[in-house]
């Protein structure tokens, strides 16, 4: 085994060819996923050289292995919450509540990159916060990705992402394909909803959405800063309604209580899209967050069980934290 061990080293190279070699076992070790055997048979070594010279790329410098705290996460705040409502996971960023959306945008934007395994399906919501996570969303996060939009569409507000921008950046970036879903968000009667959900393009789009692997959608605001209202969906008098109902934000569209009830089902069942009871039923389904206008919306989304996975900003994530327990 000595003399196996002596041949072997004495066939690698001893001049700058060795360090090229290292250099490409390396790309190829922690670049492209290989293994030390088809490392092996594509340079003509076997494996305890491949396993050698990894070995001293490591000792020289050549490959540095960094192991990044999640200084940019809270995790007693995470644990926190997923133990308090169940959750599969949580992200929270630290910081103060005047940081804005952006902060907590890239936390799900990395997040969603770091999935495993990939997702081939994942439906998306649209609007300003979900336009940031797109925007933090890296390059070829995905790999042949469908992203399908799991709510209905609103007409254009200034300031907002519209409908289509966000599903396909998500799509783009994910070398995948946008599937739109082409009917208004509520629309005036529960029948005229009924009639378009029957519609076979309009079936086929929610039933790939039911079959998506990932959900990630922002949470909605009520009263006068409401996309919904601001975009004609729903009008004032309707609004006021809602607010005296309890409403404090909304879930694709769901108007919620604190308590995560729908407080107008007749409004809801003009509600085109995904329902909360789809919303249960999905494994990864990832609630987005942040400023404290979100602050009873998402308490109600957690109370309500209507996401399994939260990114939020600290703020957020204590007040949900210090009223879990409101009756």
Same mark, same amino acid.
């Given at each position: 085994?000595?003399?196996?061990?002596?041949?072997?080293?004495?066939?690698?190279?001893?001049?700058?060819?060795?360090?090229?070699?290292?250099?490409q076992?390396?790309?190829?070790?922690? +670049? +492209?996923?290989?293994?030390?055997?088809?490392?092996a048979a594509e340079t003509g070594l076997n494996r305890w050289q491949v396993s050698r010279l990894? +070995?001293?790329a490591r000792d020289l410098g050549v490959v540095r292995i960094e192991i990044v705290p999640r200084t940019l996460r809270h995790p007693d705040l995470e644990t926190g919450l997923a133990e308090t409502?169940?959750?599969?996971?949580?992200? %929270?960023?630290? &910081?103060?509540i005047d940081q804005g959306v952006d902060g907590v945008a890239q936390a799900a934007g990395q997040y969603l990159a770091q999935i495993k395994p990939r997702p081939q399906v994942i439906g998306v919501s649209w609007g300003r916060t979900m336009g940031a996570v797109a925007h933090w969303l890296p390059p070829d996060?995905?790999?042949?990705?469908?992203?399908?939009?799991?709510?209905?569409?609103?007409?254009?507000?200034?300031?907002?992402?519209?409908?289509?921008d966000v599903a396909e950046t998500f799509a783009r970036k994910g070398k995948g394909r946008m599937v739109p879903l082409p009917v208004p968000a509520i629309v005036g009667e529960k029948l005229t909803r009924e009639v378009l959900e029957k519609d076979r393009i309009v079936a086929d789009v929610l039933k790939l959405a039911r079959s998506a692997q990932v959900l990630a959608f922002s949470l909605g605001v009520a009263g006068e800063h409401s996309v919904l209202m601001r975009s004609g969906n729903i009008q004032k008098?309707?609004?006021?309604?809602?607010?005296?109902?309890?409403?404090? &934000?909304?879930?694709? &569209?769901?108007?919620?209580?604190? =308590?995560?009830?729908?407080?107008?089902?007749?409004?809801?069942? =003009?509600?085109?899209?995904?329902?909360?009871?789809?919303? =249960? +039923?999905?494994? =990864? %389904?990832?609630?987005?967050?942040?400023?404290q206008d979100k602050h009873e919306v998402t308490l109600g989304a957690l109370k309500a069980g209507l996401v399994n996975i939260l990114v939020t900003d600290e703020a957020t994530a204590t007040y949900a934290m210090e009223h879990a327990h409101d009756r």
């Open positions: 085994m000595k003399e196996d061990i002596e041949r072997s080293t004495s066939r690698l190279p001893s001049d700058e060819s060795r360090e090229h070699l290292m250099v076992i390396a790309r190829m070790t922690y +670049q +492209q996923d290989k293994t030390l055997t088809e490392i990894l +070995q001293e409502f169940g959750l599969r996971d949580a992200v %929270v960023v630290p &910081g103060p996060w995905a790999d042949g990705v469908a992203v399908v939009q799991i709510n209905g569409t609103v007409a254009p507000v200034p300031g907002i992402a519209h409908h289509n008098s309707e609004m006021a309604g809602l607010l005296r109902a309890g409403a404090v &934000g909304d879930v694709l &569209g769901h108007f919620i209580n604190r =308590r995560g009830e729908i407080v107008d089902p007749e409004l809801d069942a =003009r509600t085109i899209g995904l329902s909360v009871a789809d919303l =249960r +039923q999905r494994d =990864r %389904v990832i609630g987005i967050a942040a400023g």
